[in-house]
C-alpha cells in the first residue's frame, strides 16, 4: 500500500483555510467550556471525558522508511486499521469540508533553536470537547511564529465512530490524526511524540519521558552544590510526584530545589535539556497533601483544571474517590509554584552546574531495592528494560501488571535500541565525574512471593527523599549487590535501613530465586533488541 504523504500534508495545510473554520481566542474557548464543566468550591474547573485513558492499542503509524514501519508490534487490530487507512483518510478530508472546526496555534518550548510550532484543527461538532483545546493551551506558551519551528500539525475528531476510533501518526510530515476520542491525553502526547521524534532526526538530540528540577545541597564537606536531576517513570510512578516535591531539603542551610519540568524534555551533548510545557499535567487520584504538597496546593488553585476527578453537587472535590476512574487528572500551572518555580523551564550545561543526575523510577512489589547506583551502561540497561507497572493511564485490562517500556517512554518513534544506544552516547560523551545514575524503586518491599508471612512494606515518598538527599550530599558509603551486582547502600543519613532488608520477609532461598527470576526475565526481554550495544546487553546478562 502506498500513500502520497505529500498529498496529505498538503490537504492538512488547506482544511486551515476551510470557511468552516473559525480561531477563537483562549477567552472565548474558556467561556464555552464552562458551560459543559463544573465550578468547584476552590474556582477551579472539573470537566468529565467518554474515554479516560489514552487508546495505545489504537495508535499506529505509516511511513516510507521501513525501519519506522517495523519497529512498531504491528497486532491484528493495528494491521487491520492501516488496511483501511485510505479510505479512513479520504472520509476524514471529506468531513473536514463539512464539520465545525477550530484552528489554534501553540509554541513547544521556549529556547534558541527548537521551538516546534503546534498547528490544532479540531472539530466542535460535540460542543462540549471544547475544553480539550482550552486546556491545551493552558499547558504551553502563546504562539511565537519568530521562534525556530519544526512545523506539526493536529487534525483532532472527538465525534469520529466510537466503532472506527484512532490516532494515525505520520511522523515524516509531521502529522497526526485523531479520531473517536476526547481525551484530552491524546493531543498533548500527540504533539510530544512528533515533537520527540523531529528532535532526534533534525537535531541529534535525545526526547526523554522525564521530569526536570535543579536541586541545590550542602555536601559532606560543607559546599553548596547545584545538580540537574532527571527523572524518568511511567505514569503513576511517583515521576511527577518526585518532580514537584521539596524533597525535605533545609532553606536555612542555603538549599532548595527548583522545579523545571514535569513530562519531556530534550536532552543535549552538553548535558542541557530543552523543556516543553508550562503546565503540568498530574495524576489525582490519592491526592493528599501530606505527602504531596506542593502538587494538591496547586490542584486546589483556581487556575487548576480537573479531569475525571470526582466532584460533588457543592463543588467539593474528592481526589481520593476513584468511582470514576483510577485515571483522574489535573493540570497545574508552573507559575503557580512560587517560589518553588525556576527562572527557566530548562535544564542548563553541566558547565555551569556541578552535576546530572538521572534517577530511573520504578514500582516493584518483592525484591528490588529502594535504590541502586549505577554505572553507564547498567543506567543505558535500565533506560531499555523501563521497568514499572502498568496503570489505568494506558492500559486499564491490565493495571497493576508488570512492564517494561523503553525510556518509560510510549510514545517512540522507530527503533528502540537506537534510542539505548543514542542514550547511552550522550551519557559516555558527557564528562564522567559530573554525571551519575540511579533506579528509584517506589513500590513495596516483600509483598509478592512473601514466605515469611509478616507484613510487607511500602516504600515512602520520604524514603525515597531522604535517598535522593543523600545521594546529592555524598554522604552514602555503597557496597555491591551479589546477584544485580550495582551498588546499593551501607547507609542512609536520616533512614533506618531495617524495613528494606529482604531477610524480613523471604528466606534466603526464596529471595535468590526472585532475584535470578527478575534477572533471566531482563535478559529474556534484552534479546529483542539486535542492534543495541554490546555493553549495555553486557550490563543486564550478569
Same mark, same amino acid.
Given at each position: 500500500?502506498?500513500?502520497?504523504?505529500?498529498?496529505?500534508?498538503?490537504?492538512?495545510?488547506?482544511?486551515?483555510?476551510?470557511?468552516?473554520?473559525?480561531?477563537?481566542?483562549?477567552?472565548?474557548?474558556?467561556?464555552?467550556?464552562?458551560?459543559h464543566g463544573v465550578v468547584t468550591e476552590d474556582?477551579?474547573?472539573?470537566?468529565?471525558?467518554?474515554?479516560?485513558?489514552?487508546?495505545?492499542?489504537?495508535?499506529?503509524?505509516?511511513?516510507?522508511?521501513?525501519?519506522?514501519?517495523?519497529?512498531?508490534?504491528?497486532?491484528?487490530?493495528?494491521?487491520?486499521?492501516?488496511?483501511?487507512?485510505?479510505?479512513?483518510?479520504?472520509?476524514?478530508?471529506?468531513?473536514?469540508?463539512?464539520?465545525?472546526?477550530?484552528?489554534?496555534?501553540?509554541?513547544?518550548?521556549?529556547?534558541?533553536?527548537?521551538?516546534?510550532?503546534?498547528?490544532?484543527?479540531?472539530?466542535?461538532?460535540?460542543?462540549?470537547?471544547?475544553?480539550?483545546?482550552?486546556?491545551?493551551?493552558?499547558?504551553?506558551?502563546?504562539?511565537?511564529?519568530?521562534?525556530?519551528?519544526?512545523?506539526?500539525?493536529?487534525?483532532?475528531?472527538?465525534?469520529?465512530?466510537? !466503532? #472506527?476510533?484512532?490516532?494515525?501518526?505520520?511522523?515524516?510530515?509531521?502529522?497526526?490524526?485523531?479520531?473517536?476520542?476526547?481525551?484530552?491525553?491524546?493531543? !498533548?502526547?500527540?504533539?510530544?511524540?512528533?515533537?520527540?521524534?523531529?528532535?532526534?532526526?533534525?537535531?541529534?538530540?535525545?526526547?526523554?519521558?522525564?521530569?526536570?528540577?535543579?536541586?541545590?545541597?550542602?555536601?559532606?564537606?560543607?559546599?553548596?552544590?547545584?545538580?540537574?536531576?532527571?527523572?524518568?517513570?511511567?505514569?503513576?510512578?511517583?515521576?511527577?510526584?518526585?518532580?514537584?516535591?521539596?524533597?525535605?531539603? @533545609?532553606?536555612?542551610?542555603?538549599?532548595?530545589?527548583?522545579?523545571?519540568?514535569?513530562?519531556?524534555?530534550?536532552?543535549?551533548?552538553?548535558?542541557?535539556?530543552?523543556?516543553?510545557?508550562?503546565?503540568?499535567?498530574?495524576?489525582?487520584?490519592?491526592?493528599?497533601?501530606?505527602?504531596?504538597?506542593?502538587?494538591?496546593?496547586?490542584?486546589? !488553585?483556581?487556575?487548576?483544571?480537573?479531569?475525571?476527578?470526582?466532584? #460533588?453537587?457543592?463543588?467539593?472535590?474528592?481526589?481520593?474517590?476513584?468511582?470514576?476512574?483510577?485515571?483522574?487528572?489535573?493540570?497545574?500551572?508552573?507559575? #503557580?509554584?512560587?517560589?518553588?518555580?525556576?527562572?527557566?523551564?530548562?535544564?542548563?550545561?553541566?558547565?555551569?552546574?556541578?552535576?546530572?543526575?538521572?534517577?530511573?523510577?520504578?514500582?516493584?512489589?518483592?525484591?528490588?531495592?529502594?535504590?541502586?547506583?549505577?554505572?553507564?551502561?547498567?543506567?543505558?540497561?535500565?533506560?531499555?528494560?523501563?521497568?514499572?507497572?502498568?496503570?489505568?493511564?494506558?492500559?486499564?485490562?491490565?493495571?497493576?501488571?508488570?512492564?517494561?517500556?523503553?525510556?518509560?517512554?510510549?510514545?517512540?518513534?522507530?527503533?528502540?535500541?537506537?534510542?539505548?544506544?543514542?542514550?547511552?552516547?550522550?551519557?559516555?560523551?558527557?564528562?564522567? #565525574?559530573?554525571?551519575?545514575?540511579?533506579?528509584?524503586?517506589?513500590?513495596?518491599?516483600?509483598?509478592?512471593?512473601?514466605?515469611?508471612?509478616?507484613?510487607?512494606?511500602?516504600?515512602?515518598?520520604?524514603? @525515597?527523599?531522604?535517598?535522593?538527599?543523600?545521594?546529592?550530599?555524598?554522604?552514602?558509603?555503597?557496597?555491591?549487590?551479589?546477584?544485580?551486582?550495582?551498588?546499593?547502600?551501607?547507609?542512609?543519613?536520616?533512614?533506618?535501613?531495617?524495613?528494606?532488608?529482604?531477610?524480613?520477609?523471604?528466606?534466603?532461598?526464596?529471595?535468590?530465586?526472585?532475584?535470578?527470576?527478575?534477572?533471566?526475565?531482563?535478559?529474556?526481554?534484552? !534479546?529483542?533488541?539486535?542492534?543495541?550495544?554490546?555493553?549495555?546487553?553486557?550490563?543486564?546478562d550478569i
Open positions: 500500500m502506498k500513500i502520497d504523504q505529500r498529498e496529505i500534508l498538503e490537504k492538512v495545510r488547506e482544511a486551515f483555510g476551510y470557511p468552516n473554520v473559525r480561531k477563537p481566542s483562549v477567552e472565548e474557548m474558556r467561556e464555552e467550556a464552562i458551560k474556582g477551579s474547573l472539573a470537566f468529565f471525558t467518554s474515554v479516560r485513558n489514552r487508546s495505545a492499542r489504537l495508535t499506529y503509524l505509516y511511513a516510507e522508511d521501513e525501519n519506522l514501519m517495523n519497529s512498531l508490534e504491528w497486532t491484528p487490530q493495528r494491521k487491520k486499521l492501516l488496511e483501511q487507512l485510505p479510505k479512513t483518510l479520504e472520509l476524514v478530508f471529506e468531513y473536514l469540508k463539512k464539520a465545525p472546526l477550530i484552528q489554534h496555534h501553540r509554541n513547544m518550548g521556549v529556547n534558541p533553536d527548537f521551538n516546534p510550532h503546534m498547528h490544532l484543527l479540531f472539530s466542535i461538532a460535540r460542543r462540549d470537547t471544547i475544553r480539550v483545546p482550552y486546556m491545551w493551551t493552558q499547558s504551553l506558551p502563546d504562539f511565537n511564529p519568530d521562534l525556530p519551528g519544526p512545523e506539526l500539525y493536529m487534525v483532532y475528531i472527538p465525534e469520529w465512530q466510537e !466503532k #472506527d476510533r484512532q490516532i494515525i501518526v505520520f511522523p515524516e510530515i509531521n502529522v497526526t490524526f485523531v479520531l473517536g476520542t476526547d481525551y484530552y491525553g491524546e493531543i !498533548k502526547k500527540g504533539f510530544l511524540r512528533m515533537a520527540m521524534y523531529r528532535a532526534k532526526v533534525d537535531k541529534g538530540y535525545l526526547g526523554l519521558h522525564a521530569g526536570a528540577k535543579l536541586a541545590r545541597v550542602r555536601d559532606r564537606n560543607g559546599k553548596l552544590r547545584t545538580y540537574s536531576i532527571l527523572l524518568f517513570g511511567l505514569s503513576g510512578t511517583g515521576k511527577t510526584t518526585h518532580s514537584v516535591h521539596p524533597w525535605g531539603l @533545609n532553606p536555612d542551610e542555603g538549599e532548595r530545589v527548583w522545579i523545571v519540568q514535569d513530562d519531556f524534555v530534550a536532552l543535549r551533548p552538553d548535558g542541557s535539556a530543552y523543556g516543553t510545557e508550562i503546565g503540568f499535567f498530574i495524576k489525582t487520584d490519592g491526592l493528599e497533601r501530606e505527602s504531596q504538597p506542593l502538587i494538591y496546593d496547586s490542584a486546589r !488553585k483556581p487556575s487548576a483544571l480537573l479531569e475525571n476527578v470526582l466532584v #460533588d453537587w457543592k463543588g467539593k472535590v474528592y481526589f481520593q474517590d476513584l468511582t470514576l476512574t483510577g485515571n483522574g487528572r489535573g493540570i497545574i500551572q508552573w507559575s #503557580d509554584l512560587g517560589e518553588w518555580k525556576s527562572d527557566s523551564i530548562n535544564l542548563p550545561p553541566l558547565s555551569e552546574i556541578d552535576g546530572l543526575i538521572f534517577l530511573f523510577i520504578t514500582r516493584r512489589s518483592d525484591i528490588l531495592p529502594m535504590i541502586q547506583k549505577l554505572d553507564p551502561a547498567q543506567a543505558a540497561a535500565a533506560f531499555m528494560l523501563g521497568e514499572s507497572i502498568e496503570t489505568s493511564a494506558g492500559d486499564p485490562t491490565k493495571a497493576g501488571q508488570s512492564v517494561r517500556v523503553v525510556g518509560t517512554n510510549p510514545f517512540i518513534v522507530g527503533p528502540e535500541d537506537e534510542e539505548g544506544n543514542i542514550f547511552y552516547d550522550l551519557y559516555r560523551g558527557l564528562p564522567q #565525574d559530573k554525571v551519575q545514575a540511579y533506579l528509584m524503586n517506589t513500590g513495596t518491599i516483600g509483598e509478592r512471593g512473601n514466605d515469611r508471612g509478616t507484613k510487607s512494606y511500602k516504600i515512602r515518598i520520604r524514603d @525515597n527523599a531522604a535517598a535522593i538527599r543523600a545521594i546529592m550530599k555524598g554522604t552514602i558509603d555503597w557496597e555491591e549487590h551479589p546477584l544485580f551486582k550495582t551498588l546499593i547502600p551501607k547507609n542512609i543519613p536520616d533512614l533506618d535501613l531495617n524495613p528494606f532488608d529482604l531477610s524480613n520477609y523471604y528466606t534466603e532461598a526464596t529471595a535468590e530465586k526472585l532475584i535470578e527470576q527478575l534477572i533471566e526475565e531482563r535478559k529474556e526481554y534484552m !534479546k529483542k533488541f539486535s542492534n543495541l550495544y554490546p555493553e549495555i546487553i553486557k550490563a543486564v
